[in-house]
């Protein structure tokens, strides 16, 4: 089982020169980052030891309890999409025109905290509707299949984890690489959830 555990969460290779967890790391290392513990052994817990395999079986919203453990197997790939994609005329990543936006509504540390090494700032359901779109905000509720107010909440819970993951050493990579790195992290997800990439 921890075999399996390392596989799907990157070997423990999540630490960054830096030694921040989460970053560069794979599924494991960003669920764990979104819920606060460090890869995915220890979002799952308790469950490793305790018939991991019938948790499985009831998709991760089973094995991570409500809230936001429930929403995440339909809002992260969602999430990971809208950041991967390519916005704007520039032919930038979705997570470049999010720190862009970021930096012009006055959120410029909070995202720089996610972009570098240091800890993440957090980021309220309030200041997720003043940095996406509200096209953005109904296009992740219609693929999430979440109400709005949900998704806003949902947002701002797994957004500093995914941008720090997204951002391994620093800095924002190019868009080939970003997309390379979300598609990688969405086929992982759907992995383990059972759903599609």
Same mark, same amino acid.
């Given at each position: 089982?921890?075999?399996?555990?390392?596989?799907?969460?990157?070997?423990? *290779?999540?630490?960054?020169?830096? /030694?921040?967890?989460? *970053?560069? /790391?794979?599924?494991?290392?960003?669920?764990?980052?979104?819920? &606060?513990? /460090?890869?995915?052994?220890? %979002?799952?817990?308790?469950?490793?030891?305790?018939?991991?395999?019938?948790?499985?079986?009831?998709?991760?919203?089973?094995?991570?309890?409500?809230?936001?453990?429930?929403?995440?197997?339909?809002?992260?790939?969602?999430?990971?999409?809208?950041? /991967?994609?390519?916005? @704007?005329? !520039?032919? *930038?990543?979705?997570? #470049?025109?999010?720190?862009?936006?970021?930096?012009?509504?006055?959120?410029?540390?909070?995202?720089?905290?996610? $972009?570098?090494?240091? !800890?993440?700032? =957090?980021?309220?359901?309030?200041?997720?509707?003043? %940095?996406?779109? =509200?096209?953005?905000?109904?296009?992740?509720?219609?693929?999430? @299949?979440? =109400?709005?107010?949900?998704?806003?909440? &949902?947002?701002?819970? $797994?957004? +500093?984890?995914? $941008?720090?993951?997204?951002? =391994?050493?620093?800095?924002?990579?190019? #868009?080939?690489?970003?997309?390379?790195?979300?598609?990688?992290?969405?086929?992982?997800?759907?992995?383990?959830?059972?759903?599609? +990439?």
């Amino acid at each position: 089982m921890d075999d399996l555990l390392r596989s799907i969460g990157g070997g423990g *290779q999540g630490q960054s020169s830096g /030694g921040q967890s989460g *970053q560069g /790391g794979g599924i494991g290392d960003l669920l764990g980052g979104i819920l &606060g513990g /460090g890869g995915l052994g220890s %979002v799952l817990g308790a469950g490793a030891g305790a018939g991991i395999g019938n948790a499985m079986g009831g998709g991760m919203g089973s094995i991570l309890g409500g809230g936001l453990g429930a929403m995440l197997p339909t809002l992260l790939p969602a999430v990971l999409g809208m950041l /991967g994609a390519k916005s @704007g005329a !520039a032919g *930038q990543s979705g997570v #470049h025109q999010l720190v862009d936006t970021m930096h012009a509504k006055g959120l410029g540390d909070v995202a720089g905290s996610w $972009v570098g090494t240091g !800890a993440n700032q =957090p980021i309220t359901a309030s200041q997720v509707e003043q %940095v996406l779109t =509200p096209e953005q905000l109904a296009q992740l509720a219609a693929a999430s @299949g979440l =109400p709005a107010d949900q998704v806003t909440q &949902g947002v701002a819970a $797994v957004l +500093p984890s995914v $941008v720090n993951t997204l951002t =391994p050493d620093g800095s924002l990579p190019d #868009h080939e690489q970003v997309r390379a790195t979300t598609d990688q992290l969405q086929s992982d997800l759907a992995g383990i959830t059972g759903g599609k +990439p």
